[in-house]
């Protein structure tokens, strides 16, 4: 076994209770696939969004059941053998630790309220499926131990993003090759990456680690691969856009296979890239005509600060980025699904003019405020806590990092207060679109919104579960987590 | 020790009844039956009301008690390693009198808004936002620790810059909205910039940990450069909230908003957040007199600019916000020489004189109207003394200066505002010609934007 895979099951395999007795993972990883198949197959129905809320309901159930069932046996990780007896016979093929535990539900629930969300207009038929093939193939990559099948995994999950690309048609085309190029790249550096780190050779194991680095920058939009980040949500079906990236592959990647061996001045170096791209993204998204191209801005920005706290200064900076990557996942993703239902009513959403229908759609409006001053992290939502935490812990050996983190939230608070008026305020045409949101709309952005609010004013459980975390990678890493709690 | 623990109860109490009313209007939107304006009406006046009753009472309950009385500690917010977060408000003097000033005239706006506004299309809009910013501005009242200070701090900015785009089917109030939100974010920097240093240096934001615990004579521990670094950033933050120099200019722009919500935030709270934050961080500046005597500098020089500016404004809300913004600038040069009690007292009565007049404003025209006609002719033009006293030629250039409000804004667009932009659109072009070079020539309805930097006077 690799030994990345022998870092995650390390407990598990000495512990009695490392294995699951029901394979949730399996079951977690497969009902949405199969679900996407039969609804495939179904065709577009009445009751397919109401199945697939069910099977997602379920999927949150089994999701949520493996984690339980891990706080439940206080074991370090759990696997789960029925898969991989079925086809490799010994070794496991899905397993759950503290860090991926949360992020199998954190994944299902993005997908639940961008199925309860998806509009009927401007979608080529089908969406609910591929978005359901697309989470499950998210979900077996968080629930995966073994870099080989991650690597293959990462470049399955390229393929509905770049269909749904190329069915846009000619005006997506330049954007469909970007994406391609870039993220070809990047699954085959992933892929040579993982092949190299066993090799031995010191030569191979550095060239390793710049493949395995560049790969994770490309899929987390790191500047400066990140190029194909706002042409992608600029071209490419919202909704696939938003399950392909909030869940950020590329953090989990970072911190499974990068984070446990590579030296400090590696991750010091991404760590440092991803500071300019916080505030690189929340400039360029303060200054963007198309709507769509400011939130891909100011996606990258506010996904960036996720992978600051990888640098691994302290306890609390580290658990800083992983609740940034709860908060920042749900929020970015709450934000682009109310331009997505936006633009399902009014077309193509500029933000040079101003559009109107505040009295319209007043919820639309306060419900697309609420997930944007959550994605910046303004206080009293989980994001404001992340970013404490965040610069807080890492502000005595990077002063400089607290002053750059503060100003990408000023300049993203900015970006999103740009687009909200120019979104929602003016005179609206008279006749205008029917703005009103639906009640499944509505309950899905409220379920959001609710959920970022609540962890924002009684975050001491997922914190505390954050900091177990990065407490069990900063020693798998080697590094004196004590120490680094009591630097001050 | 029970009259205490009241005091304490009825202070929490105050800073979550606003709070509950925008939970409650919110709910109530959310679920599609929005209050109407009957029921929303009495719900808000009693809102408001139970909140001022609750402070004063906390006021007189804990004012008479010693300091530990009146820390009130809400428990750990949340924790990793050996960092923590606490809840605190502090319910000592400054605090109790602030905050008992905020709630009541937020009640006497509330009740006069429900008038002023009645059938106004955005009423529960004003009212929701009301309620936010009354909660912001009690949590900067009565914050026990830094971090409280910015979460009040946020919501007072969201709400304010939400109210001026109050009408927004016009441009200009949402373009001013958004200017002033964008110094607010850009200056409020500076308030986490002090609560990092503080963290750093202390290892807690509470402010009786780097304050002192009895105001206004408690010590820092912090040394003259720590407190000094502390004093001049929280003294970056004032400059925005404050609307002191060189910030100014987006004062009268937020006067496009409902004349109630100018008359609170403007004339009476919001203007004198930044005061009340330098006042409450004393003991930093009397251990660090640079930092002091930049406190009194900026407030002369804003008080200067604002009498200026003032006195050539044709329309009384510009007029009234510039006459609001000399007495801050006092107010400062109050602080900075070391004063205490005067800053307050000044405070207090200049949020409630300046409250007054705003609200009376849109009632003047026709005041005056009836005066003119009862004297039959112009009334006679009252305050020109010290105008006097200066040439000709340098009245006359201080005039045109004055009336171009020192060209504050163009200075910060120019400086600022216009490179970020252009550097934007230029490194916006680099990456789509990098795509294009990439994917070939894109073939969309969505042109590479002009660069939109040259000729604003806006914040877009």
Redesign the interface.
């Known amino acids: 076994m690799p030994a990345e895979s022998a870092l995650l099951l390390a407990s598990a395999a000495s512990a009695a209770d490392g294995s699951l007795t029901h394979p949730l993972l399996t079951l977690a990883v497969a009902t949405p696939l199969l679900l996407a198949l039969a609804l495939a197959l179904a065709g577009e129905r009445r009751w397919t969004r109401g199945a697939a809320l069910a099977g997602l309901g379920l999927d949150l159930g089994l999701a949520l059941a493996a984690l339980a069932e891990l706080h439940r046996r206080g074991a370090a990780s759990l696997a789960d053998t029925w898969l991989g007896g079925q086809i490799i016979g010994d070794a496991p093929l899905l397993a759950i630790d503290r860090l991926s535990a949360a992020l199998l539900p954190f994944a299902i629930v993005i997908a639940a309220v961008a199925v309860m969300v998806a509009p009927r207009v401007g979608e080529r038929p089908g969406l609910i499926a591929r978005l359901l093939l697309a989470l499950s193939l998210t979900l077996a990559i968080f629930a995966t131990v073994d870099p080989r099948l991650l690597a293959l995994l990462w470049a399955l999950s390229l393929i509905p993003p770049l269909l749904e690309l190329r069915g846009r048609g000619p005006s997506a085309r330049q954007a469909s090759r970007v994406f391609a190029i870039y993220m070809g790249a990047s699954a085959l550096a992933f892929a040579v990456g993982v092949a190299l780190r066993g090799a031995g050779e010191p030569a191979l194991a550095t060239l390793a680690t710049g493949l395995l680095v560049a790969a994770v920058m490309i899929r987390k939009g790191i500047t400066p691969l990140h190029s194909w980040s706002p042409a992608f949500f600029e071209h490419a079906p919202l909704g696939s856009a938003i399950l392909f990236t909030a869940p950020q592959v590329g953090a989990y990647a970072l911190a499974r296979v990068v984070l446990p061996d590579e030296p400090a001045l590696v991750l010091r170096g991404v760590a440092a890239a991803a500071l300019f791209t916080a505030v690189y993204g929340a400039a360029m998204a303060t200054t963007q005509a198309d709507a769509r191209r400011a939130y891909g801005y100011l996606f990258i920005s506010q996904s960036a600060l996720v992978v600051v706290g990888f640098e691994c200064v302290s306890l609390a900076s580290f658990s800083g980025g992983l609740s940034l990557w709860i908060s920042s996942g749900l929020a970015l993703a709450g934000l682009g699904m109310t331009l997505w239902v936006l633009e399902a009513r009014r077309g193509r959403l500029r933000l040079d003019r101003f559009h109107g229908g505040l009295e319209k759609t007043p919820l639309l409006a306060a419900l697309f405020l609420l997930l944007g001053i959550a994605s910046v992290g303004f206080p009293g939502t989980l994001g404001f806590v992340g970013e404490e935490l965040l610069i807080d812990g890492a502000v005595l050996e990077f002063p400089l990092l607290g002053f750059a983190v503060a100003l990408a939230s000023a300049l993203g608070g900015i970006a999103l207060m740009r687009a909200y008026f120019a979104l929602f305020t003016g005179r609206a045409p008279r006749p205008g679109p029917n703005l009103f949101l639906r009640p499944r709309e509505t309950l899905g952005f409220a379920l959001l919104g609710a959920l970022l609010l609540v962890l924002g004013l009684w975050p001491r459980p997922l914190i505390a579960d954050r900091a177990e975390v990065a407490r069990g990678l900063l020693e798998a890493r080697g590094a004196p987590a004590v120490d680094l709690e009591t630097h001050r | 020790m029970i009259s205490a623990e009241l005091g304490r109860a009825l202070v929490v109490g105050a800073v979550t009844l606003p709070a509950g009313l925008w939970l409650v209007m ?1 709910t109530a ?2 679920v ?1 039956a929005p209050l109407r304006e009957r029921w929303l009406s009495p719900v808000a006046r009693t809102i408001f009301s139970l909140t001022a009753l609750a402070l004063v009472s906390g006021a007189a309950l804990l004012l008479p008690a010693d300091a530990a009385a009146q820390a009130i500690d809400l428990g ?8 923590a ?1 606490h809840l605190r408000l502090l319910a000592d003097p400054p605090a109790l009198i602030f905050a008992s000033l905020c709630a009541v005239l937020c009640g006497v706006v509330a009740a006069f808004a429900n008038r002023y506004l009645h059938r106004e ?2 009423y ?2 004003f009212f929701a936002l009301l309620a936010l910013f009354a909660t912001g501005i009690l949590l900067i009242a009565l914050a026990g620790s830094i ?1 409280v200070v ?2 009040g701090w ?2 007072v900015g ?1 709400a304010s ?1 939400l109210l001026i ?1 109050f009408f ?2 016009r ?1 200009a109030p ?1 373009e001013s ?2 200017w002033a ?2 110094v607010y ?2 200056t ?2 500076g308030l ?2 002090a609560a ?1 240093l503080v ?2 240096f202390q ?1 807690s934001g509470d402010f009786d940990v780097f304050l002192g615990t009895s105001w206004p004579i408690g010590q820092t521990p912090l040394s003259a450069g720590q407190a000094g670094a502390v004093a001049l950033l929280l003294l970056f933050a004032a400059l925005g909230k404050g609307a002191l120099l060189p910030f100014s200019g987006w004062l009268p722009r937020a006067m496009e908003g409902p004349t109630p919500s100018s008359a609170i935030f403007y004339g009476a709270l919001s203007i004198h957040a930044g005061a009340y934050l330098l006042l409450r961080a004393g003991p930093l500046l009397d251990a660090a007199p640079l930092a002091a005597a930049l406190v009194a500098l900026v407030g002369l020089a804003t008080a200067l600019h604002a009498t200026m500016v003032g006195r050539v404004q044709t329309d009384i809300k510009s007029a009234l916000a510039y006459a609001s913004l000399t007495q801050v600038g006092i107010i400062l040069v109050e602080i900075g020489v070391g004063l205490r009690w005067l800053p307050l007292l000044h405070i207090v009565g200049h949020a409630t004189l300046r409250s007054l007049q705003i609200l009376r404003a849109p009632s003047l025209l026709h005041d005056f109207h009836t005066l003119e006609t009862a004297v039959g002719g112009h009334l006679p033009r009252t305050g020109g003394h010290l105008e006097r006293l200066l040439p000709e030629g340098t009245r006359r250039r201080l005039y045109a200066a004055s009336l171009a409000r020192w060209r504050l804004d163009e200075f910060l667009i120019a400086a600022f505002v216009a490179p ?2 252009r ?3 230029g ?2 072009r680099a ?1 789509r010609r ?3 070079l ?9 042109p590479v ?1 002009e660069d ?1 930097s040259k000729g604003g006077g806006d ?2």
């Open positions: 919110a939107a959310l599609g750990e917010w949340f924790a990793a390693g050996d960092h977060f299309p955005g529960h809009r971090e910015f979460a946020e919501l969201l810059a785009a927004h089917e441009p949402v909205g958004l939100l964008t974010r850009l409020d920097l986490l910039g990092v963290h750093h290892g970020l932009r550097l934007s659109a490194l916006d990456e990098w795509c294009a990439l994917g070939g020539p894109a073939a969309d309805d969505h934007p939109t914040a877009r």
